[in-house]
T-cell receptor, first 115, second 115 residues
């Protein structure tokens, strides 16, 4: 079945630095990639939607200059958290749409801790 | 504005019995619904889905019921097994929006299946 590989699984960074999270679709072409954030014991909140070759669409309240999304190819999408702060510490998950938009395959998530 | 709600944050069920997880939504434009199972520090795993043209979909131990007039869906797991212990999210989306449409997730229900 469809697999999305997400790296790193966990990262600790210093406040003010940038962190890049990668999601690769291993055996299919991901035209659309979604990026979510989940705080402890809360729901998955959609941050942005990216379509290959075009600019990402950000949800209301998500700073596009802080959370840079690149979807330059059909198999790779990246999320860069710029100038990270402790409040950015969270669990970030990517998801690729499959099978005509009916199915979604999720990455395994990245636990970001900003110290 | 939480468009998809799971009012029970937790549920405990004895092994072998039926687990019933509930989900309510407010957006009448949603016409496709999905259930996901999630372990800590992992991405969600797809369980079962249902289109708004149906009122029931069954797959093995999992059955999803949809009541459109009440804007309510439920996931039945029978018989429940200890391995079913996880957080369950319902999600909703709109079909036929031209591109892969985003999922709106519920708040999650933590299911614990006891021996």
């Amino acid at each position: 079945g469809a697999v999305v590989s997400q790296h790193p699984s966990r990262v600790i960074c210093k406040s003010g630095t940038s962190v890049k999270i990668e999601c690769r679709s291993l055996d299919f072409q991901a035209t659309t990639m979604f990026w979510y954030r989940q705080f402890p014991k809360q729901s998955l909140m959609l941050m942005a939607t990216s379509n290959e070759g075009s600019k990402a669409t950000y949800e209301q309240g998500v700073e596009k200059d802080k959370f840079l999304i690149n979807h330059a190819s059909l198999t790779l999408s990246t999320l860069t958290v710029t100038s990270a702060h402790p409040e950015d510490s969270s669990f970030y998950i990517c998801s690729a749409a499959t099978t005509g938009g009916y199915g979604y395959t999720f990455g395994s998530g990245t636990r970001l801790t900003v110290v | 504005d939480q468009q998809v709600k799971q009012n029970s944050p937790s549920l405990s069920v004895q092994e072998g019995r039926i687990s019933i997880l509930n989900c309510d939504y407010t957006n009448s434009m949603f016409d496709y619904f999905l259930w996901y199972k999630k372990y800590p520090a992992e991405g969600p795993t797809f369980l079962i889905s249902i289109s708004s043209i149906k009122d029931k979909n069954e797959d093995g131990r999992f059955t999803v019921f949809l009541n459109k007039s009440a804007k309510h869906l439920s996931l039945h797991i029978v018989p429940s097994q200890p391995g079913d212990s996880a957080v369950y999210f319902c999600a909703a989306k709109r079909l036929n929006t031209g591109t892969a449409s985003k999922l709106t997730f519920g708040t999650g229900t933590r299911l614990q299946v006891t021996l």
